[in-house]
């Protein structure tokens, strides 16, 4: 009787089995003819046709308990082949997901709060869904893209005089993007800091062997980039600046000083980050309306050129932190400016 009733456990398991898989084949099934369906909906809105019976009602099938179809050992295995197969080719396709520097970006964002990315970032992913791990740089920083050889076709297209300020107000005129297009982003295009959308894309990052030889030539990368950063730094040129000034020595520092004091500066995307009142078209007029430039015009920063500091003394009041006062002094300490903030 032991015998016999262990047996029968065990088949009872497996019918249990045999049943869960069949349903699961069964719902993925519906769930991929829905997706299927999703998409090819016309724009009209005219309702999809209900699904069409394709089993024969004459046809029975023997049951188990629960009114399920019962699966002999072939057909278990058929499905279970089957399900291993789907759960392959899911595994297969290619995933997209934003970070947290991404997040900040999206246009779900206040404007006040959102964080763009910049031109750079979308090089990265572009080069990382051509070549992937062969890209001098990964888009990690702001994404991350998976099983991107699993990618078909990687389609760049840039629309001429339409801004994001378009899109938003017109957002009811675009319903394909609005409804296919799941991450929307702020970007910071080059043109905003007068610079060539062309020139950008094409300035590809440094490989590892163009390090070394750039190593081998400047004798550190510090002082490659200390000679050619305007190059590459595109961003921090949106300052006018009213002459280059040539330096014959670039190691050539003042006698106070350990390092240049031109390490100490941000760079352009630094700025941005950090929310500094860049002088970009399109933030000069919304986010940083309030903020007035010292100067037209800037002299080129250099090693010698002089330093100062800056400290505010913050109230704590109904509305928050509001500043109280500001002092400026120069490296000898000297006040430049120190004055009392009239609360709002």
């Known amino acids: 009787m032991r015998k016999d009733s262990k047996i029968l456990k065990r088949k009872l398991r497996q019918e249990k089995k045999c049943q869960k898989l069949s349903a699961l084949l069964e719902i993925t099934k519906l769930n991929d003819e829905d997706r299927l369906k999703k998409l090819s909906l016309t724009t009209n809105g005219e309702p999809a046709a209900n699904r069409i019976c394709t089993e024969d009602p004459s046809k029975t099938q023997a049951t188990g308990p629960a009114g399920k179809p019962l699966l002999h050992n072939e057909e278990y295995l058929k499905l279970k082949q089957q399900l291993k197969e ?8 290619p ?19 959102r964080i763009p990315i910049y031109f750079p970032d979308l090089q990265h992913l572009l080069l990382y869904s051509q070549i992937g ?19 078909e076709h990687t389609n760049v297209l840039i629309v001429e005089n339409l801004s994001m300020y378009h899109y938003q107000s017109y957002e009811t005129l675009f319903p394909y993007l609005h409804s296919n297009f799941a991450h ?21 990052p440094l490989t590892g062997q163009q390090t070394r030889n750039i190593i081998s ?14 190059v590459f730094d595109r961003v921090n040129c949106a300052f006018p600046v009213k002459e280059k000034v040539k330096r ?79 002092s400026i002094v120069d490296e000898e300490c000297t006040p430049i400016y120190d004055e009392l903030v009239m609360l709002m």
């Open 86 to 93: 789907r759960k392959a080719l899911l595994d297969n396709y």
């Open 95 to 113: 995933k997209f997901r934003l970070r947290e520097i991404g997040q900040r970006a999206t246009l779900d964002i206040e404007s006040g709060d």
């Open 133 to 151: 791990h062969h890209s001098p740089y990964a888009p990690s920083r702001w994404c991350q893209l998976e099983k991107f050889n699993r990618l």
């Open 184 to 204: 929307k982003l702020e970007l910071i295009t080059p043109e905003a800091y007068h610079s060539d959308l062309v020139q950008e894309l094409v300035t590809v």
């Open 217 to 230: 030539e400047h004798g550190s990368l510090e002082n490659a980039v200390r000679d050619s950063s305007n």
């Open 248 to 326: 014959s020595n670039s190691g050539s520092i003042p006698e106070t000083d350990r390092f240049s004091r031109t390490d100490l500066l941000l760079s352009g995307w630094q700025m941005i980050e950090e929310n500094f009142p860049m002088p970009i078209d399109g933030l000069t007029t919304t986010k940083y309306a309030e903020y007035v430039m010292t100067k037209d015009v800037y002299k080129d920063v250099t090693p010698f050129s002089p330093m100062f500091a800056v400290d505010c003394e913050m109230c704590l009041t109904s509305a928050g932190s509001e500043l109280t006062r500001i």
